[in-house]
C-alpha cells in the first residue's frame, strides 16, 4: 500500500511520538524509516465528558502529538515533515478501559471481558507542515496540519477462570496494554474469535493507516 510512496516518505524525517514497542516494530516492519519521541502529555482527560469512546481516543491522541509537535518546533532546527501520534482504549458496555493500574485492575479487566465481546478502539494523528497539503487534508492549527482517524475491532475472549487470569497476570504482560492483555503474544491464547484489524487490537490499524497517508500524499502541491 505504501510502497508508490516509500521513496518520498523515506526522505523525510518522520517521527513517531509514541513509545510503544508494539507501533514501533509494526512501522518498521513495513519499512518505515522514523526516529522515536514519546509524548509526555498525561493522559488523564476525564472520560465522562466524551460521548463516546472514539472521541476520547481522538483527544488523547492529538494531544499526545501535538506535544511533540510543538516541542519540536520550537526546540528543532529541523522540522519534521511527518509526526505520528496513536491511543488505544478497549470499551465494553459503555466503559473506557486503558492500561490497568495494578494487578487488581487487570484481574478485574480480564474477568469482565471473560467469556464476551469488547471493541479497541485506536485514534491516529498525523500532523505536518501546513504548507505541504491542500486545504482538504485535514485542520489547521499554529502552522500545522492535522490529520484524524479512527479504527475499530471487535474482539470475543474465551471464557477465563480466575486461575487462568491471575497466571496470565504473573507473566507481566498485561501492566502495560490497553484492556490488560497484548493479542500479539501469550495473551493470544486469551482469544477466540477478531472480528476488524489485528492490527488494531495491537496498538496501530496498519492498513487504514496506510491508506490515510497514500491519499494524503496524493494531495501534495
Known amino acids: 500500500m505504501l510502497q508508490p510512496i516509500m521513496h518520498v516518505l523515506n526522505a523525510q524525517r518522520i517521527i513517531l511520538a509514541s513509545g510503544s514497542p508494539r507501533r514501533k516494530h509494526i512501522l518498521e516492519n513495513v519499512g518505515l524509516k522514523f526516529e522515536v519521541i514519546p509524548s509526555t ?15 476520547y481516543v481522538l483527544e488523547t491522541a492529538s494531544q499526545k502529538t501535538l506535544q511533540v509537535a510543538e516541542m519540536l518546533k520550537t526546540k528543532s532546527s529541523l522540522v519534521p515533515d511527518l509526526v505520528i501520534g496513536a491511543d488505544t482504549v478497549v470499551s465494553m458496555d459503555g466503559k473506557i478501559f486503558e492500561k490497568p493500574k495494578d494487578k487488581d485492575d487487570a484481574f478485574q479487566m480480564l474477568s469482565g471481558f471473560s467469556g464476551g465481546s469488547h471493541t479497541v478502539y485506536t485514534g491516529v494523528v498525523l500532523i505536518t507542515p501546513s504548507n505541504v ?3 482538504g487534508a485535514g485542520e489547521s492549527v499554529n502552522s500545522m496540519r492535522i490529520h484524524k482517524f479512527h479504527e475499530a475491532t471487535d474482539v470475543s475472549m474465551a471464557t477465563l477462570t480466575p486461575e487462568i487470569v491471575r497466571a496470565y497476570i504473573e507473566t507481566g504482560e498485561p501492566m502495560d496494554k490497553a484492556g490488560g492483555y497484548g ?8 482469544v477466540e474469535k477478531v ?11 496498519l492498513c487504514r493507516f496506510a491508506q490515510e497517508l497514500l491519499n494524503l500524499y496524493s494531495q501534495k502541491k
Open 183 to 190: 493479542i500479539q503474544a501469550i495473551g493470544g491464547t486469551l
Open 133 to 135: 497539503f491542500q486545504t
Open 195 to 205: 472480528n476488524g484489524d489485528f492490527f488494531n487490537v495491537m496498538g496501530f490499524p
Open 41 to 55: 502529555f498525561e493522559e488523564k482527560l476525564d472520560k465522562s465528558k466524551f460521548p463516546s469512546p472514539v472521541e
